[in-house]
Every structure is written in C-alpha cells, then in structure tokens.
C-alpha cells in the first residue's frame, strides 16, 4: 500500500490508500470546522476570504488566511524534503516520517485539548493544514499523483470527465481503465464522507472534541504498522522461496 510506486504499483493498493487517507482527511476536515470552524484540509476557501479582506482593504485581517495557505504549502514542501532524503536507503519506508508527523500533530492537538482551552484556534487550524499539506503530498507522490485525498474540487472535475468519456467508446477505447479510474474516485469520495460523518458523530454526540482526531492518528499508525508488517512478512516468503 505504501512501499510499492511505478510499475508495481497496482489499483488495488491505491484503493487501499485512498481508503485509509480520505478517511482520515474528512475527520480532520469536519473536526477543525466544528471547533475551530475553519476548513483544515484544503486553501480554496481560505484564498478567497483573503482576496476578500484585500479588496476591503483589510490587510492585516487578511493575513491570518496567509498563514493558513503557507502552512499547507509548508506540509506540502517537508512532506516531500524528507521523502527525498530518505529516497537513497531503499530499505527504509521513505513514507514513514511524514506519516509519523502528521499522526504525532493529531495526537498533540487532541492531548493538549483536554488541559487547555481553545484560546488560539488560529495556530490550530495553521497545524492542521501542516498536517494535511504533509498528508497531500505524500499520498501524491507514493500514488504518482493519481490520488488525491484531502479535498474534493478537483475529483467531482475528473470524475465528471470520465464519466462522460463513457459514453464515446470510440474516441476512449480503453473503457476498462476508465472505469478503474471511476472507481478510485467514487472510493475517495465515499471514504471521505464516511470520515466527516464518523468525525461528527465522534466531536458531537460521542462528545469526544478534538479527541477524535486520536482516531485519525490511529488509523495513521495502524496503517503504517501493517504495511511494515506486510512488508516483512512478504520478504520473508519470498527469502524461504529462494532458498528452496
């Protein structure tokens, strides 16, 4: 799910990353909107309320929505850095750091939720973002930029487009394909509607608040602790193949 890229990289595990990661993305998104009411897992919004307060000439206001975009760029960039360092030692999970980052930021906002208040929710929702740039990039690169998990926008646009191709089967032979693609998305989709309504009924009727992002974080580290262990134990059978 995380290990394999290029050629070895089938649908199957980037189903089951989508899965994982779209689901995690629609707890955080519903779980910042309810206790902070800012989107944390996408800059669309945020970069038009800035080009709002700039247009009211507004300027200082408007900088709090800076802080927002760059914190997602800022996750987007360390994502990536670290990926790239770790990309030479091909023994090592190169995906593994910035999962263990993003799952330790949900486990620090939760944690620190129950001693505090939440005086400054603007440097939570700047982390927040951190955390989903991180998670964006990473899915992007493991997926070779065919999935996307932390907003919507730009699946309901692909989604459209295939579906449509669906109906010229001359122009667009290759309807199997199509069709996988179709599917990958409706997975996306589907999961992170699933996340924002598990994210909700976890902040609002479990009354659990910032806590639920602890069941993102899990999921996080559940994810990574099975692929390694998937991991080994394929290298293992593939060991006692060879040495048969």
Known sequence: MLRHQGRSRTLRHNLQIATVLSFVAGIVNVTGFLSIHQL??????????????????????GTIYVLYI????????????LIEIFKENKKLNIFATPILIESLILIIIAVNSNFTAIEFPHIIACFLL????????????????????????????DLGIELSQLFFPKTHPNRKKIRATIRLRLYIIAFFFIGGITGGLCYSTF??????????????????????VRFGWIKAKRRKIQEW
């Open 207 to 228: 009354n659990l608040k910032l806590n639920t992002l602890l069941l993102g974080a899990f999921i996080l580290l559940a994810s990574l602790i099975y692929d390694d």
């Open 70 to 81: 760059f914190s997602f760029l800022l996750g987007s960039f360390s994502s990536s850095f």
């Open 40 to 61: 944390t897992t996408n800059v669309t919004g945020h970069f038009a309320q800035f080009m709002y307060d700039v247009e009211n000439f507004q300027f200082w206001q």
């Open 130 to 157: 951190f955390a989903m740039g991180m998670q964006n990039s990473y899915v992007t690169e493991i997926s070779n930029a065919i999935v996307r998990t932390t907003h919507l926008t730009g699946l309901f646009t």
